[in-house]
């Protein structure tokens, strides 16, 4: 290829690249309106002086859930300041104290500070701005499950489904979103009394939806004339095979990156055929490029251990290594779980059977090879 015919550094075949990013909301959301709808008529009592109805909303990985809670939280926000809606996710945030500080954030615009501010304070803040100002909380636990194997599900249900029990007036509600449908959570009977769900189905994605999804994000992500549809379905074919629509919107990027390499304006199917085999190293690569000091030390440790870690032993070592608190040693957990590079797993033993051993996703040598 000839030096004059490499695209300049300011050509690009992207118009948005943001628009393959996990957290991109896209401005069409299709094929969920059945289940958006379930969720605005739970809302909907709430914004008339009422309480709203809790809801399950189940579904397998990358059906939409997220998506559409979000979307949905946000007409709400548009439609009336009667209710604050606030999204968790459990993989972040298991601890009381975690989540309630992120309600308290959502109300107040800031989180109260992580030591000398008693959970009990942080709590009343909420409810009596709550019973102050009329106004109804809804908040939606994503992937719940994880707030079920910290053991906290049934504090933090309680907390917020009974808070009328001592503040006047308060009205809240949880939405339980569950991506691992073959969990399956008990709650005590103090909780149960008070939840009594209704559940909201997301079905897989059928091919054509899938295909029309990667065409939108297609034609916001890139230029027009840049992908065809041919090369779509080629991808649509790939994210069937696999389950799930996150790796046809990744597969969308790198074959756009792989494309710009060499120098092309349009994205052809062996472009698509390189970004198949190139998908899991370069997304593993990427993900390690973006830890910070830290986090790549957790990592470290872990690719260097001869044997499966259990969490309490590991929090001895990295302190060790790093020189940092439990609590932040347990933040850095959350976030590498998070980000899938790491499994943990409850073994039962331990504390209340709270003891996790941690597993690497992937094989060591594989994540030494990405400058780590």
Do not use: W
């Not at 809302?43 to 809790?54: F, M, S, V």
């Amino acid at each position: 290829m000839a030096i004059e015919d490499i695209l300049m550094f300011d050509e690009t075949i992207f118009q948005n690249i943001n628009a393959f990013n996990p957290d991109y909301m896209p401005p069409n959301y299709n094929f969920r309106d059945s289940q958006m709808e379930g969720m605005a008529m739970s809302i909907r009592p709430a914004i008339r002086g009422g309480r709203p109805t809790n809801s399950v909303i189940l579904g397998s990985c990358a059906t939409g859930k997220t998506t559409a809670i979000k979307k949905v939280f946000e007409l709400v926000e548009k439609t009336t300041d009667k209710v604050i809606c606030c999204y968790i996710n459990c993989q972040l945030h298991t601890t009381r104290f975690g989540i309630f500080s992120q309600i308290h954030k959502k109300i107040f615009g800031h989180q109260p500070p992580e030591t000398g501010v008693p959970f009990s304070r942080v709590y009343e803040s909420v409810m009596k701005y709550l019973s102050d100002e009329n106004k109804a909380l809804v908040v939606a636990f994503d992937d719940v499950n994880y707030l079920f194997q910290s053991q906290n599900a049934n504090k933090v249900f309680y907390d917020i489904l009974r808070a009328y029990e001592e503040y006047e007036g308060v009205r809240t509600g949880i939405f339980a979103i569950l991506s691992d449908l073959e969990f399956r959570f008990a709650l005590d009977k103090n909780v149960n009394t008070v939840f009594i769900p209704q559940d909201i189905v997301f079905q897989p994605y059928s091919y054509s939806e899938v295909f029309s999804i990667l065409k939108d994000r297609a034609r916001a992500g890139f230029f027009p004339g840049v992908i065809s549809d041919e090369v779509i379905e080629e991808i649509t074919n790939h994210t069937i095979e696999l389950g799930d629509l996150r790796v046809g919107i990744d597969l969308l990027r790198v074959s756009g990156n792989i494309a710009e390499a060499n120098a092309s304006r349009t994205i052809e199917l062996e472009h698509v055929e390189e970004a198949v085999s190139k998908q899991g190293s370069v997304n593993l690569m990427e993900t390690i490029n973006s830890l910070n000091d830290i986090e790549r030390t957790l990592i470290k440790v872990l690719v260097e251990s001869d044997e499966v870690q259990t969490a309490g032993a590991l929090s001895k070592q990295f302190k060790e290594e790093a020189g940092v608190s439990y609590a932040t040693f347990n933040r850095t957990l959350e976030k590498l779980e998070f980000l899938r590079l790491i499994d943990t797993k409850y073994t039962g033993k331990g504390v209340r059977g709270n003891s996790r051993e941690i597993i690497l996703r992937f094989a060591p040598e594989d994540i030494k090879r990405c400058n780590l």
